[in-house]
C-alpha cells in the first residue's frame, strides 16, 4: 500500500495486537498489514468523527439561543411548509 499519498511511519504495539493482526491478514482480512492498520485506523478516526457531532448535536440541544433561533426559524417557514404540502397532496390527488 506505498503509494503517492502513503508514508512509512513506526509505531510499537503490544505483540497481542500485532498478533491477532498478522492472523487476521493471513485469514484474508486485508491484503497486507499496512491495509490492515490504514483501515482500522480509518473506522477509528470515523467513530471520533461521529462522537464529535453528538456531543456538538448534545451541546446544541441545551442552548437556549441556538433552540431560540429553531423555533424562530420553523415558524418563519411553517406558512410555505402548508403551502408546499397542500400543493403535493393537491397533485397526489389529480394522479
Known amino acids: 500500500m ?3 499519498g502513503s508514508r ?3 509505531y510499537s504495539l503490544p505483540n ?3 498478533q491477532a493482526m498478522e492472523g487476521a491478514v493471513k485469514e484474508g482480512a486485508a491484503p ?3 491495509a490492515f492498520v490504514a483501515e482500522a485506523l ?3 478516526l ?3 468523527r461521529e462522537q464529535r457531532l453528538q456531543e456538538a448535536f448534545a451541546a446544541a ?3 437556549p439561543f441556538f433552540l431560540e433561533d429553531v423555533e424562530a426559524t420553523a415558524q418563519a417557514f411553517a406558512e410555505a411548509d402548508k403551502a408546499a404540502a397542500d400543493g403535493a397532496a ?3 390527488g389529480e394522479e
Open 42 to 44: 480509518k473506522e477509528r
Open 16 to 18: 497481542e495486537l500485532l
Open 61 to 63: 440541544a441545551r442552548d
Open 2 to 4: 506505498v503509494d503517492g
Open 46 to 48: 470515523e467513530r471520533l
Open 32 to 34: 497486507s498489514y499496512s
Open 8 to 10: 512509512k511511519v513506526t
Open 90 to 92: 393537491a397533485q397526489a
